[in-house]
Structure formats: structure tokens, C-alpha cells
């Protein structure tokens, strides 16, 4: 069995009296995708933001590659190979898709951002770029801005951006969000390519049971914070619990 290389503890978190995640415990193995689904308000993206440092936790901790990173901020918790997609685009709209993609190289490696650094001779970071580029397919749209975008490539590109990142834990937060039926399956396909390449760790926060199903190795639910099944997509899916409390509607759907 693949060591666990992301763990969270108890983890909590409070805003007045209302419990948003309530002392989740989950170990999260080195190649291996994980689908963390229920329904709307169940704390899935809050719990997402905790491990990555958006929110501070009220108790509990993360563990990443065996070191406590609860205490950390978002940067250093990057630092430390936690990748992070988030639902809305974050991204450079004013800068071209390669300009976008070069700044992350960059900082990986240590030479601050600027620009001007960029453009003068360090032509390696550029080739870099367009390594990730090609792997997303967005290469001929080097030189566009990113504001010039769909919405689609848009979320394309910000999946290269986190795998220009190189991290050990990669972050999914409904990544075709917004996206449509024609642009979906190109950001699936990456998804996939990144489980099948690699030993990292993926999680995935996603609505559509089919993209589960096709996914995942196993799925978490949480249900008002709290954990409410942990298993193989099978089993979890098949559950009277999840069937009926959870996810209904859903699976009636697929």
C-alpha cells in the first residue's frame, strides 16, 4: 500500500457558534485520487481551504510528508508541495498565457518575478512553459492574453499552472465549473493524465457522479462538516446513507 502523504486530524473549524468542518480525519495515500463530494454547504471547499492554508483552523492538524504544516501560510504550505485549482480562476488577466505559466517556473525556482528578468535571458524558463503548455494544449495560444480567453481555456490554464508548480499534493475544486460540454473533457483528460504519470496525491471536490465515477479511488463524503463515508467509489456510492441522505438526486441523474 503507497504511504500516506497528506493527513488531516481532527480538523476544525468554527465561525460563531456554527461548526463549517467538524474534527475530519482523512490520510491521503501517494498515487491515489481522491473525490470529496456532498451536498451543497457540506463543507467541502471550506475543508479544502483549511489544508491549504486560505483559513486558519479552529483545532486539528495537517500533515503533509509527515511534517506539521497547521501553523503555515498558503505560501509555505506551496513551498512544501501542496498544489492548489481553485473553483474561481486565479490568474493573471492583463499577462499572456505563456507570461502566466513562466511566472510560476520562476518562483519555483527561486528568481523572484520579474518581469524583466523573464524577458532578458532566461530562455530555459520559457521552454519550461511551453513543456506545460503543450501537455494542456494551449501552446498556440501563447501569446494571448488571458482576459482574451474562454472560460474554458481559462481553467486549462490554470491547471498548468499547478502542474508548472510540481507539487506533491495536487488540489482540484470543481474544475469544470462553468465549463461546457465540449470544454469539460479536456480538463478531465489532464486529470487523469496526472494520475496515470504520476505518484502524487489528487484531490478532487466535484459535483458530477459520472466524472467520479471515471476519477476516483476512493471518495469521501462529508455532510455538515463532518465525515459521513470513506471507501471505494462502489461501496460509498452504493451506500444507503449516501444514497439517500446525500446524494439522490445526483445518482438519480447519472
Same mark, same amino acid.
Given at each position: 500500500? !503507497?504511504q500516506?502523504?497528506?493527513?488531516?486530524?481532527?480538523?476544525?473549524?468554527?465561525?460563531?457558534?456554527?461548526?463549517?468542518?467538524?474534527?475530519? !480525519?482523512?490520510?491521503?495515500?501517494?498515487?491515489?485520487?481522491?473525490?470529496?463530494?456532498?451536498?451543497?454547504? %457540506?463543507g &467541502?471547499?471550506?475543508?479544502?481551504?483549511?489544508?491549504?492554508?486560505?483559513?486558519?483552523?479552529? !483545532?486539528?492538524? =495537517?500533515?503533509? %510528508?509527515?511534517?506539521?504544516?497547521? @501553523?503555515?501560510? $498558503?505560501?509555505?504550505?506551496?513551498?512544501?508541495?501542496?498544489?492548489?485549482? #481553485?473553483?474561481?480562476?486565479?490568474?493573471?488577466?492583463? +499577462?499572456?498565457?505563456?507570461?502566466?505559466?513562466?511566472?510560476?517556473?520562476q518562483?519555483? @525556482?527561486?528568481?523572484?518575478?520579474?518581469? #524583466?528578468?523573464?524577458?532578458?535571458?532566461?530562455?530555459?524558463?520559457?521552454?519550461?512553459?511551453?513543456?506545460?503548455?503543450?501537455?494542456?494544449?494551449?501552446? @498556440? +495560444?501563447?501569446?494571448? &492574453?488571458?482576459?482574451?480567453? !474562454?472560460?474554458?481555456?481559462?481553467? &486549462?490554464?490554470?491547471? %498548468?499552472? +499547478? *502542474?508548472?508548480?510540481?507539487? /506533491?499534493?495536487?488540489?482540484?475544486?470543481?474544475?469544470?465549473?462553468?465549463?461546457?460540454?465540449?470544454e469539460?473533457?479536456?480538463? +478531465?483528460?489532464? *486529470?487523469?493524465?496526472? /494520475?496515470?504519470d504520476?505518484?502524487?496525491?489528487?484531490?478532487?471536490?466535484?459535483? /458530477?457522479m459520472? $466524472?467520479?465515477?471515471?476519477? %476516483?479511488?476512493?471518495?469521501? =463524503?462529508?455532510?455538515?462538516?463532518?465525515?459521513?463515508?470513506d471507501?471505494?467509489?462502489?461501496?460509498?456510492?452504493?451506500?444507503?446513507?449516501?444514497?439517500?441522505?446525500?446524494?439522490?438526486?445526483?445518482?438519480?441523474?447519472?
Amino acid at each position: 500500500m !503507497s504511504q500516506t502523504l497528506l493527513e488531516t486530524a481532527g480538523l476544525t473549524v468554527r465561525f460563531g457558534g456554527h461548526v463549517a468542518v467538524d474534527a475530519v !480525519s482523512c490520510a491521503f495515500r501517494a498515487g491515489e485520487l481522491t473525490a470529496i463530494v456532498g451536498p451543497n454547504g %457540506a463543507g &467541502k471547499t471550506t475543508y479544502f481551504n483549511l489544508i491549504s492554508g486560505q483559513i486558519a483552523a479552529s !483545532s486539528g492538524t =495537517v500533515t503533509l %510528508a509527515g511534517q506539521d504544516i497547521s @501553523r503555515l501560510s $498558503v505560501a509555505a504550505r506551496c513551498e512544501r508541495g501542496l498544489g492548489r485549482a #481553485f473553483q474561481l480562476t486565479n490568474l493573471f488577466p492583463n +499577462l499572456t498565457v505563456l507570461e502566466n505559466v513562466r511566472l510560476v517556473i520562476q518562483g519555483r @525556482r527561486g528568481r523572484g518575478f520579474s518581469l #524583466f528578468s523573464m524577458a532578458s535571458a532566461e530562455f530555459e524558463l520559457t521552454d519550461a512553459a511551453l513543456v506545460v503548455l503543450e501537455r494542456v494544449r494551449l501552446d @498556440r +495560444l501563447r501569446d494571448h &492574453k488571458v482576459a482574451e480567453l !474562454s472560460h474554458g481555456n481559462q481553467r &486549462k490554464l490554470e491547471v %498548468a499552472m +499547478l *502542474i508548472a508548480l510540481e507539487p /506533491k499534493v495536487y488540489m482540484f475544486d470543481e474544475p469544470t465549473a462553468g465549463m461546457s460540454v465540449d470544454e469539460a473533457p479536456v480538463v +478531465l483528460d489532464l *486529470i487523469a493524465e496526472l /494520475k496515470r504519470d504520476s505518484d502524487a496525491t489528487i484531490l478532487l471536490v466535484e459535483h /458530477k457522479m459520472d $466524472v467520479i465515477r471515471t476519477l %476516483a479511488d476512493r471518495i469521501v =463524503v462529508l455532510h455538515n462538516g463532518a465525515l459521513a463515508a470513506d471507501g471505494p467509489p462502489a461501496e460509498v456510492m452504493a451506500s444507503d446513507i449516501v444514497q439517500e441522505a446525500y446524494m439522490g438526486r445526483e445518482l438519480e441523474d447519472v
